[in-house]
């Protein structure tokens, strides 16, 4: 049974950091694509960052977010800085298997998913 557990939110103010963690079992973690997602109030869930053999990120976090993994620990991060009021949302980590079709960026291409975190920006 994979399970994915997020934590690390929480409430800051503009321009903070703060990191994500998803810990990661019931999977081969070292093979699985993973990737972070995020959902506002009222707006639908947005790709926000993944990794494969490469990172890849939405326009809207590059350059203040990074994603990156640990293959020993099964765990998965994001470090975000330079925080916006914008980027309050519900942080969830997803996952998906080595040679599963569709695209990095897309919800559908994730059949596991974790309950999610909350951060909160202030301005």
């Known amino acids: 049974q994979v399970q994915l557990v997020e934590s690390g939110g929480g409430l800051v103010q503009a321009g903070d950091s703060l990191r994500l963690s998803c810990a990661a079992s019931?999977?081969?973690?070292?093979?699985?694509?993973m990737a972070w997602f995020r959902q506002a109030p009222g707006k639908e869930r947005e790709f926000v960052a993944a990794?494969?053999?490469?990172?890849y990120y939405a326009d809207s976090v590059k350059g203040r977010f990074t994603i990156s993994r640990d293959n020993a620990k099964n765990t998965l991060y994001l470090q975000m800085n330079s925080l916006k009021p914008e980027d309050t949302a519900v942080y969830y980590c997803?996952?998906?298997?080595?040679?599963?079709?569709?695209?990095?960026?897309?919800?559908?291409?994730?059949?596991?998913w974790g309950q999610g975190t909350q951060v909160t920006v202030s301005s």
């Open positions: 997803a996952a998906r298997n080595p040679y599963s079709s569709g695209y990095y960026y897309s919800i559908t291409s994730y059949p596991y």
């Open positions: 990794i494969t053999q490469s990172t």
């Open positions: 019931g999977l081969t973690f070292t093979n699985t694509r």
